[in-house]
């Protein structure tokens, strides 16, 4: 039996992909600074902080070794989070440190293989229409905001750790993946999941504020499909970065609508100032089809759908339990 380790196991995409690793056969351990929205499947669960090396030791310390590392703990958020430019130590620092700790564990305790989610952000913004996405234009280098520099050097890291060490790295940037246990509130949500909570409180006949002017364009792909690349890309001898995302471009005005459509709500939609992040940004998948024989498989509808009603469903488990227990996002009665 193969054995994996997986930080950010409490998380979004790290959940799903213990999911998918335990269904797939394995024996998981997963790792996180908290537990995931629904109960984990993970044979094992340790609750640490990957920033500190003696905690990452204790993660990696096992009967046996592990064959497979995945690394998903990231301080990250959407973009009123990366972008607001408050909170660029932190989320520099900290994402930096937990994946300095845990390469160098993976070469302390003989791991073979790590896999790294990089992001969308590594891209820079440049001045035309459409900001296309393949792999080498993330060069020359100038991503939008400090979370992508991060990701940018770590992936350079890894590669040197490849290099140097010959630890085998997988390297993914994923682009915009939605889906069940998403982040949706608190702070650190992503325009996807703060438009699906903004439409699911809105009454009928109400009005919602959207962030930007609506014009903005983003490509979403579905948590599953997100988690059928990771293990496509880890199956494979893979050794350069490769784009995980749909190339399905969809401005956040048309997504609005479309989430209107599967509301059945009327309501106004008031555009504010703030945060947006890049204008464009259009993935390209060609090489994860090339390369690892991988494309997303679910709609936007559908991956859209199952998105809202989850998050619905989370609003009316909330709003079932006593208001002093509501998150702050409630008892404001804000959208
Ligand atoms: P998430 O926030 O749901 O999961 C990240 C997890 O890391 C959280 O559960 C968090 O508690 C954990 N974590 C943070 N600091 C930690 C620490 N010090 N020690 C242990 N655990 C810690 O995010 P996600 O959406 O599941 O993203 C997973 C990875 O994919 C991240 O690296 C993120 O940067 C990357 N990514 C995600 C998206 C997306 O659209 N969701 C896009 C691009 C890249």
């Known amino acids: 039996m193969k054995r994996a380790l997986v930080f950010g196991a409490g998380g979004f995409i790290g959940g799903h992909l213990v999911d998918q690793l335990v269904a797939d056969g394995y024996w998981v351990r997963g790792v996180d600074l908290k537990l995931t929205a629904e109960p984990s499947t993970a044979n094992d669960f340790l609750l640490l902080d990957a920033r500190s090396p003696s905690s990452v030791d204790r993660a990696f310390s096992c009967e046996m070794k592990f064959d497979e590392v995945y690394q998903l703990a990231a301080d990250m958020g959407g973009a009123t989070y990366i972008n607001a430019g408050i909170h660029d130590a932190d989320v520099m620092s900290n994402s930096v440190i937990i994946n300095a700790n845990i390469a160098k564990a993976c070469v302390r305790y003989g791991v073979k293989k790590l896999f790294f989610s990089s992001s969308a952000c590594v891209y820079p913004q440049v001045e035309r229409d459409l900001s296309t996405c393949y792999e080498d234009d993330a060069y020359p280098a100038r991503p939008d905001n400090e979370y992508g520099w991060e990701k940018l050097f770590t992936e350079r890291m890894l590669m040197s750790f490849q290099r140097q060490y010959g630890l085998a790295v997988r390297i993914a940037r994923f682009h915009s993946i939605v889906g069940p246990r998403s982040t949706w509130q608190g702070g650190k949500e992503k325009a996807h999941s703060a438009l699906a909570r903004k439409v ?3 009454e009928n006949g109400g009005c919602i504020e959207v962030i930007g002017d609506g014009t903005q364009t983003r490509t979403f792909l579905y948590v599953t499909d997100c988690v059928s690349g990771i293990r496509a890309l880890m199956d494979s001898d893979v050794d350069t970065v490769i784009n995980i995302g749909s190339d ?3 401005s956040i005005a048309e997504y609005v609508e479309l ?7 009327d309501f106004t939609v008031k555009y504010i100032p703030g945060p947006t992040g890049v204008k464009d940004r259009h993935c390209q998948v060609t090489l994860a089809s090339q390369l690892i024989d991988w494309r997303p498989t679910t709609d936007l509808r559908t991956a ?4 809202y009603q989850w998050i619905r469903e989370q609003i009316l488990y909330e709003v079932a339990r006593p ?5 702050d996002l409630l008892k404001r009665g804000r959208t």
């Open 200 to 202: 699911a409180m809105v």
């Open 259 to 265: 989430l209107r459509s599967l509301s059945g709500k």
């Open 304 to 307: 859209t759908s199952m998105t």
């Open 323 to 327: 208001a002093e227990t509501w998150p």
């Open 248 to 250: 399905v471009l969809i």
